[in-house]
């Protein structure tokens, strides 16, 4: 028996009835098999999607020869109501979208796909074989969200017409689900996806690392980028008061006092310094000396240590407070 998936034909959709096929306890929790969910499962780079079976938690969802499980921490029976986090649901489907958008661009513009994707609850990472210059990325945002502003319709459908052209990571076998952007890309896909690439929203690229013997692009979209830019437009704009310039001017004064910073602190770490040759010389030689020293960094701690050794017979010790205030 296969598994309904609700998810492949109402998206949209947060709430469902269902009927338990089977409720069996495996590792400390309830294995539920229902006879059709909204639940997406773990699957394809994507994670399964959250929210609760009568009101209680779903800890995890898996899918093994086309059957969805649905792990819980109590059994259920009979029927059931289930109610899927949609936000979290609607925040992966423009990511997982965008993903398939920037893989055509990146056919596109150098001729390749990625060699991994992951798709979490709140950002999106895509493996490249090859790295990328500051322009390269520029490029890679600007042509995505273009076809994002285009508003491209998205259709998603079991394939019958062997003769289409399509992309896939892997072999499939079974019934063949093709997501088909508007004049953009054809991909084999099991995630649920926007019904057109404007529901994206915006699309932008955070960050890029090494990775393997290739990089990581981590990106965001839709309401997830909204906010990331929100929080970023708020600390310019606080930075900018501080800085007495204009937010779209704040990168040179900020270098500016990084400079003046490092600077200042080698002028106050000569200073101490002669603070503390000046200590030294003070001192004579006794058999003990304690110190304590209330602001002082372990290489300085080492260098004054040893040179406080040639003033005493027996044990030179220095004490310095740490942060919660004990010596």
Known sequence: ????????????????????????????????????????????????????????????????????HHYVKESLHGKVKGIIDFEERYRKMQHHSAEHVMSSVMIKL???????????????????????????????????????YANKQIRTYILEDDS????????????????????????????PHVKATGEIGIFKIIRMDKHKKGVRITFIAGKKAFEDYQIKANNAKDLSVFLK???NEIVEPVYKLMDETILLKQKITALKKEILQYKLNALQ???????????????????????????????????????????
């Open 110 to 148: 150098f001729g390749m796909g990625n060699v991994g994707f992951h798709l979490g609850s709140q950002d999106a990472t895509v493996d490249f074989e090859r790295s990328f210059s500051k322009s390269d990325l520029d490029s890679i945002e600007n042509e995505v969200n273009a076809c994002i």
């Open 1 to 68: 028996m296969k598994t309904v998936r609700l998810y492949d034909l109402y998206p949209y959709d947060a709430e469902f009835e269902a009927v338990v096929v089977s409720c069996e306890e495996k590792d400390g929790m309830y294995d539920v098999i229902l006879d059709r969910t909204l639940f997406f499962p773990e699957q394809g780079g994507q994670t399964c999607d959250t929210g609760t079976l009568n009101g209680m938690d779903v800890l995890d969802v898996q899918i093994q020869d086309d059957i969805i």
């Open 164 to 191: 289409l052209e399509y992309r896939s990571k892997k072999e499939i076998t079974g019934d063949l689900r093709i997501v088909n952007i508007e004049d953009i890309d054809i991909c084999a896909c099991c995630a």
């Open 245 to 247: 310039v204009p937010p």
């Open 285 to 327: 030689i006794e058999d003990y000396h304690f110190i304590l020293e209330e602001d002082m960094d372990m290489n300085m701690q080492r260098i004054f240590g040893n040179q406080l050794l040639e003033k005493t017979n027996k044990v030179a010790c220095v004490f310095v407070p740490v942060e919660n205030g004990d010596k």
